[in-house]
Structures are given as structure tokens and as C-alpha cells.
């Protein structure tokens, strides 16, 4: 599995950014995706996930109703829309992968396998 995230970048409080996340190693519509971020100083944490199925989306409640997750499969990319950002949304943000296939999002958390490098999101007020 190899996992490329990009699209970050250096905003201001209240602008949008969407992260991309190409997986180039496997049959990528079989695997649950989604994304994680950690700040300085801070614990990594979830953000997102989406089923493989994409039916199935799970968003962490600090960025419920601004961020969503989406997934392109005739792409093999995954999507992070990040709306309304905050100083507190400024991290490196991580796309990840479940372990094994047929995963919901709600799964997703306990079969992560796979970590692609970070992409830096920088929120300026």
C-alpha cells in the first residue's frame, strides 16, 4: 500500500481546503479510508473515515458539520473537504488505510494498517 496525501497548505480562519489521498498499491474500492492529524505538542487523532462501500462515512465530532470525506474509486483518491477552518484545525494531516477489506468507517479506527506521509495544514487568524 502506498498512500500520498497532498493538498495542504497555509490558509486563514475560515477558508477551505480540500486534501487529496492516492492509493497506488492495491484494489482500492475493497478498503476502508480516512484521515487522521496530529498538532505539535498534541496526540494524533482521528478526523474521518469512509467505508469501502462509501455509504458509510464517520466524522469526528470536533469537525463534524465542516469537514467531509469522500472517495473517488475510478481514481483510487480519497478526499478530505475541510470548510470554516480553525487555528485549532492547523495539523498534519494523515491518510490511512484499513488492514483488511469489506471495513465500515465506524470499523475503521480499530483495522488501521496503513499511514501515508502527512500533508501540513496551517491556519492563520
Known amino acids: 500500500v502506498q498512500l500520498q496525501a497532498s493538498g495542504g497548505g497555509l490558509v486563514q480562519t475560515g477558508d477551505s481546503l480540500r486534501l487529496s489521498c492516492v492509493d497506488s498499491?492495491?484494489?482500492?474500492?475493497?478498503?476502508?479510508k480516512g484521515w487522521y492529524r496530529q498538532a505539535p505538542g498534541k496526540e494524533r487523532e482521528f478526523v474521518a473515515a469512509?467505508?469501502?462501500?462509501?455509504?458509510?462515512?464517520h466524522i469526528a465530532d470536533s469537525v463534524k458539520g465542516r469537514f467531509t470525506i469522500s472517495r473517488d474509486n475510478a481514481e483510487n483518491t480519497v478526499y478530505l473537504q475541510m470548510n470554516n477552518l480553525k487555528s485549532e484545525d492547523a495539523a498534519v494531516y494523515f491518510c490511512?488505510?484499513?488492514?483488511?477489506?469489506?471495513?465500515?468507517?465506524?470499523?475503521?479506527?480499530?483495522?488501521?494498517?496503513?499511514w501515508g506521509q502527512g500533508t501540513q495544514v496551517t491556519v492563520s487568524s
Open positions: 490511512v488505510a484499513a488492514t483488511k477489506p469489506y471495513i465500515s468507517a465506524q470499523s475503521l479506527v480499530r483495522f488501521v494498517g496503513s
Open positions: 498499491g492495491r484494489t482500492f474500492s475493497n478498503y476502508a
Open positions: 469512509i467505508g469501502w462501500r462509501s455509504q458509510s462515512t
